[in-house]
C-alpha cells in the first residue's frame, strides 16, 4: 500500500521550473532515504535524485546533476525536487519512493500515481 502522495506536475516551457512534492507523513514505512524517479512510456523508471533523511546527503543522476535540487523537511516529512531549466523532451511521470541509501538505490516499495511533468519546446 502506497502512503505517500506526489504533487506538483504540470506543464512547463522548456528553459522553465516546477516544484514537486512528496508528502510521506502517513507512512509508517521505515526508510532511510527517499528519491525521486521519473519515467517515460516504454521504460523503466529511472533514479533522478536521492536523499537521506538524517544527514541530508543528496545522489543525482548525472542529466539532472546543476538543474534539479532535491531536499527535505523532516518535521513535515515531506521530500521535494526544485527542478529548473527544464529540457524539451523532459516530459516523464515523476515518482517518490523510499530506498536505501547507497548504489543502486532501488526502489523499496510499490509505486504510486506520480506526478506527470510535461515539457513544451
Known amino acids: 500500500q502506497v502512503q505517500w502522495t506526489e504533487s506538483g506536475g504540470g506543464l512547463v516551457q522548456a528553459g522553465g521550473s516546477l516544484r514537486l512534492s512528496c508528502d510521506v507523513s502517513r507512512s509508517s514505512f521505515s526508510r532511510d532515504a527517499m528519491a525521486w524517479f521519473r519515467q517515460v512510456p516504454g521504460k523503466t523508471h529511472e533514479l533522478v535524485a536521492a536523499i537521506n533523511w538524517s544527514e541530508g546527503l543528496t545522489k543525482y543522476a548525472d542529466s539532472v546533476k546543476g538543474r534539479f535540487t532535491i531536499d527535505r523537511e523532516n518535521v513535515k516529512k515531506t521530500v521535494y525536487l526544485q527542478m529548473d531549466s527544464l529540457r524539451s523532451g523532459g516530459t516523464a511521470r515523476y515518482f517518490c519512493?523510499?530506498?536505501?541509501?547507497?548504489?543502486?538505490?532501488?526502489?523499496?516499495?510499490?509505486w504510486g500515481q506520480g506526478t506527470l511533468v510535461t515539457v513544451s519546446s
Open positions: 519512493n523510499p530506498v536505501l541509501w547507497g548504489y543502486p538505490f532501488r526502489a523499496l516499495n510499490t
